[in-house]
Structure formats: structure tokens, C-alpha cells
């Protein structure tokens, strides 16, 4: 690498010698003094741009196993003039002699041209080297991407495996405490005074608990893999049908619930069924001292719809929005709100499984809003109206 490096300032000395020679010839021979000037100028300098670049090229981004190249470049620009000089020479058409200057010129300009070259040629080839480095790594990093997708979803059906395998094997021990304590309490409740009966009330209340634990964290372990293929949902219909369903305990709290038109989206509909069964009923649940206040909506957001369930109830605080999600979190003890801690987690789970988004705006004792988005199944000319129309009579009141 030494070896190559060497030749370009050879050059540059030899090209810059010239120059001098050349300008000592001019002025020995006719004693013109502007004339040896130029010579020096128009010759010297090329040398010495030789040699600068011999200084420049140790310290620049190109590295040595490049030098060669740039060499060869220089060569073949002298090598081109000297071909050019040789065919003015062989050509008899041609009558015009190429002074020693000329031609000094010229050898200089070719090779300064054929350094260029090899200059810009190196620091091409760098480049391409570094876009080739740059998409290795790239190229790497979505290998390693997409093992780490594969490993987590192979550990996410591992866990879905290990939770649905718990829980079922759970659910007999449970049936057989449930079944003695009422057998225990069938057969000697006459005997037991008033703390027994409490005992055998708290424990049955905590069976009946630990059942709907296990029961939600069934349904949560199976809505990857037990869930229905997606086709066009008509989210009226859902609604209406989950209405239905909670038609005693709307009457029973003296609930209403207004709607809007809502939209035919891309889903499974027995899981979108329990998305909303389960936000309307905690918007019911935890609506506080007074009747709930329910309000269904959706919204056109690109290519998917963003649905709401706003109610007026006890809110949630801020620091608590995020843990709400997540299972076995709750906002209120069991003895303030029953509930298994699951409801809100399934229902994000359900929400991700359709690639959309759960959330909720919300302020403690002012209301909640949460929100979902879905992705839409057909366009649809018959937007949802941003006027709010109440629900059929027999479903919006306990009235």
C-alpha cells in the first residue's frame, strides 16, 4: 500500500521538476520572463496539486486498499494523452506542432484528470460500501425482529395454553369447596349459631368470587385462539342484542342509554357482543348514587371508527387509567364493587385482537368515556348522525 501511495507524489515531483526545467528552458532561450512565469504556473501548479493530494489522501475517508485504483486512474489519464500525442504524430492530416509546453500541459492535465477520477471513484465505492454495511444491518436487525416476534408468539400461546390448562384444572377443586360448604351448610346450618353462618357465608362468597376469576381468566386465555373468523359486524345490531341481555339490570338500576347510528365494522361479533356487554355494564355499576346515564357513539376516523361509552358516573382517577387495564386490577375493593378485576383487560385484549386501540378519558366523581377503534368493513353512505337518538323505549329506562 506504501508502494502505491508513493507514485502520486513521484508524479507531482516529477510534473513540478518539469516546470521548473521548462521555465529555466524559456528564459535561457528568448529571456522572456512572463513567458517562463506562465510555464512554471500552468506546469507547477498541477504538480503541486499532485502533491497536495499525496498530503491530503492519509488523512481523507478513503482507505489505503484504494490507493491502487486511484494510481491506475492517473496512469490511464497519462497513458490517454499520451495515445492523443501519439496519433497527432502518426496522422499525416494533422499540420500543427504541439509546442514542448503544449504538451507538458496537456501530460499534466491528464494525469490531474486521472486522479480525480480515481478520487471520486474511491469515495463512490466507499459509499456503496457503507449503503451495503447499513442494509446487512438492517437486513440483521429485521432477522433478529422477526425472531423475537416468533419467540413471543410462541410464548404468548404458551402462557395462553398454561392459563386456560389452570384455570379448567381449577375448576373442580372449586365445584367440590362449593359443593360441601352448601352440603355443610345444608346439613348442620340448624347447629351453627350466628358467626358460623357468617363463616360459611364469607367462605361461599369467596367460592362464588375465586369461580368468576377463574372463569374470566378463561375467556381471556381463549380469545386468541378460540375466537370467531371476522366478517362484516353491523354494531347496531351487537348493540341491540347486548341491550337485550342487560334488560333486567337496565331496569332494575333505572339506567338510560342514548345511541347513535353506529357502523358495520370488520370484527368478530360474539367478542365485540362482550366488549360491549362488559363497558356498559360497569358504566351501569359504577355509576354511583344516581340512575345511570349512558351514551353510545362513533365517530369515522380514516380507515377505521372510533366507538364511545360515555357515562356520568363515579369517574376513575388519573393515576389509575392505565392500571385498569391490565388484569386482576381494580379501582374499588370487592367490598365497594364486585367484580373479578378482568372485565376491562379482556375487553383490551379483544380490542388488540382487532388491531384497534382501547382507552378512556375520565376524572374521578365527573364521568368516564371509554373509547375503542375497529377497523371498517364497508363504506357506507348512511354515516352516523352526530345527533344522539335514544333507544327503543323498552330498552332505556326502568321506567
Same mark, same amino acid.
Given at each position: 500500500?506504501?508502494?502505491?501511495?508513493?507514485?502520486?507524489?513521484?508524479?507531482?515531483?516529477?510534473?513540478?521538476?518539469?516546470?521548473?526545467?521548462?521555465?529555466?528552458?524559456?528564459?535561457?532561450?528568448?529571456?522572456?520572463?512572463?513567458?517562463?512565469?506562465?510555464?512554471?504556473?500552468?506546469?507547477?501548479?498541477?504538480?503541486?496539486?499532485?502533491?497536495?493530494?499525496?498530503?491530503?489522501?492519509?488523512?481523507?475517508?478513503?482507505?489505503?486498499?484504494?490507493?491502487?485504483?486511484? *494510481?491506475?486512474?492517473?496512469? !490511464?489519464?497519462? /497513458? @490517454? %494523452?499520451?495515445?492523443?500525442?501519439? &496519433?497527432?504524430? +502518426?496522422?499525416? =492530416? #494533422?499540420? *500543427?506542432?504541439?509546442?514542448? !509546453?503544449?504538451? /507538458? @500541459? %496537456?501530460?499534466?492535465?491528464?494525469? &490531474?484528470?486521472? +486522479?480525480?477520477? =480515481? #478520487?471520486?471513484?474511491?469515495?463512490?465505492?466507499?459509499?456503496?460500501?457503507?449503503?451495503?454495511?447499513?442494509?446487512?444491518?438492517?437486513?440483521?436487525?429485521?432477522?433478529?425482529?422477526?425472531?423475537?416476534?416468533?419467540?413471543?408468539?410462541?410464548?404468548?400461546?404458551?402462557?395462553?395454553?398454561?392459563?386456560?390448562?389452570?384455570?379448567?384444572?381449577?375448576?373442580?377443586?372449586?365445584?367440590?369447596?362449593?359443593?360441601?360448604?352448601?352440603?355443610?351448610?345444608?346439613?348442620?346450618?340448624?347447629?351453627?349459631?350466628?358467626?358460623?353462618?357468617?363463616?360459611?357465608?364469607?367462605?361461599?362468597?369467596?367460592?362464588?368470587?375465586?369461580?368468576?376469576?377463574?372463569?374470566?381468566?378463561?375467556?381471556?386465555?381463549?380469545?386468541?385462539?378460540?375466537?370467531?373468523?371476522?366478517?362484516?359486524?353491523?354494531?347496531?345490531?351487537?348493540?341491540?342484542?347486548?341491550?337485550?341481555?342487560?334488560?333486567?339490570?337496565?331496569?332494575?338500576?333505572?339506567?338510560?342509554?342514548?345511541?347513535?347510528?353506529?357502523?358495520?365494522?370488520?370484527?368478530?361479533?360474539?367478542?365485540?357482543?362482550?366488549?360491549?356487554?362488559?363497558?356498559?355494564?360497569?358504566?351501569?355499576?359504577?355509576?354511583?348514587?344516581?340512575?345511570?346515564?349512558?351514551?353510545?357513539?362513533?365517530?369515522?376516523?380514516?380507515?377505521?371508527?372510533?366507538?364511545?361509552?360515555?357515562?356520568?358516573?363515579?369517574?376513575?382517577?388519573?393515576?389509575?387509567?392505565?392500571?385498569?387495564?391490565?388484569?386482576?386490577?381494580?379501582?374499588?375493593?370487592?367490598?365497594?364493587?364486585?367484580?373479578?378485576?378482568?372485565?376491562?383487560?379482556?375487553?383490551?385484549?379483544?380490542?388488540?385482537?382487532?388491531?384497534?386501540?382501547?382507552?378512556?378519558?375520565?376524572?374521578?366523581?365527573?364521568?368516564?368515556?371509554?373509547?375503542?377503534?375497529?377497523?371498517?368493513?364497508?363504506?357506507?353512505?348512511?354515516?352516523?348522525?352526530?345527533?344522539?337518538?335514544?333507544?327503543?323505549?323498552?330498552?332505556?329506562?326502568?321506567?
Amino acid at each position: 500500500m506504501s508502494r502505491w501511495h508513493r507514485v502520486i507524489p513521484a508524479l507531482g515531483f516529477l510534473i513540478l521538476l518539469g516546470a521548473i526545467g521548462r521555465a529555466i528552458h524559456t528564459l535561457g532561450s528568448n529571456g522572456i520572463l512572463l513567458e517562463a512565469i506562465l510555464d512554471l504556473l500552468l506546469i507547477g501548479s498541477l504538480g503541486a496539486v499532485m502533491l497536495y493530494s499525496w498530503a491530503w489522501l492519509p488523512g481523507s475517508d478513503i482507505p489505503p486498499r484504494f490507493y491502487p485504483r486511484i *494510481v491506475t486512474r492517473v496512469a !490511464g489519464g497519462i /497513458a @490517454v %494523452m499520451a495515445v492523443v500525442f501519439g &496519433l497527432r504524430m +502518426l496522422h499525416p =492530416g #494533422v499540420t *500543427v506542432d504541439f509546442t514542448f !509546453g503544449t504538451q /507538458a @500541459v %496537456m501530460l499534466a492535465i491528464g494525469t &490531474l484528470a486521472g +486522479l480525480g477520477i =480515481g #478520487v471520486y471513484e474511491a469515495q463512490n465505492l466507499i459509499q456503496a460500501e457503507l449503503l451495503e454495511e447499513k442494509n446487512d444491518e438492517l437486513k440483521r436487525a429485521e432477522e433478529r425482529l422477526e425472531e423475537s416476534v416468533t419467540e413471543l408468539e410462541a410464548s404468548n400461546e404458551q402462557l395462553e395454553q398454561f392459563a386456560y390448562a389452570a384455570s379448567h384444572d381449577l375448576q373442580e377443586p372449586l365445584r367440590m369447596v362449593t359443593s360441601y360448604l352448601q352440603l355443610l351448610e345444608n346439613r348442620y346450618g340448624d347447629e351453627l349459631d350466628e358467626d358460623g353462618e357468617e363463616f360459611i357465608e364469607f367462605a361461599v362468597d369467596g367460592a362464588d368470587r375465586m369461580k368468576g376469576m377463574i372463569d374470566g381468566l378463561l375467556e381471556y386465555s381463549r380469545v386468541e385462539t378460540q375466537g370467531d373468523p371476522f366478517e362484516a359486524v353491523d354494531m347496531d345490531v351487537v348493540l341491540d342484542d347486548v341491550l337485550t341481555d342487560l334488560q333486567f339490570k337496565i331496569d332494575e338500576t333505572d339506567t338510560e342509554i342514548t345511541r347513535e347510528e353506529l357502523p358495520t365494522v370488520d370484527g368478530d361479533e360474539r367478542q365485540l357482543q362482550q366488549l360491549f356487554q362488559n363497558l356498559l355494564s360497569n358504566a351501569i355499576e359504577y355509576s354511583g348514587d344516581e340512575p345511570p346515564r349512558i351514551h353510545v357513539s362513533a365517530a369515522r376516523e380514516g380507515s377505521e371508527w372510533m366507538i364511545s361509552v360515555r357515562d356520568e358516573g363515579v369517574g376513575i382517577d388519573a393515576d389509575d387509567t392505565d392500571r385498569i387495564f391490565e388484569i386482576f386490577q381494580r379501582c374499588h375493593s370487592t367490598e365497594e364493587q364486585a367484580g373479578s378485576g378482568i372485565g376491562l383487560a379482556l375487553c383490551k385484549r379483544i380490542v388488540e385482537r382487532h388491531d384497534g386501540e382501547l382507552g378512556v378519558d375520565s376524572e374521578s366523581r365527573a364521568g368516564s368515556t371509554f373509547f375503542f377503534t375497529l377497523p371498517s368493513a364497508v363504506e357506507r353512505s348512511d354515516a352516523p348522525d352526530a345527533v344522539a337518538q335514544p333507544v327503543e323505549a323498552n330498552a332505556q329506562t326502568g321506567n
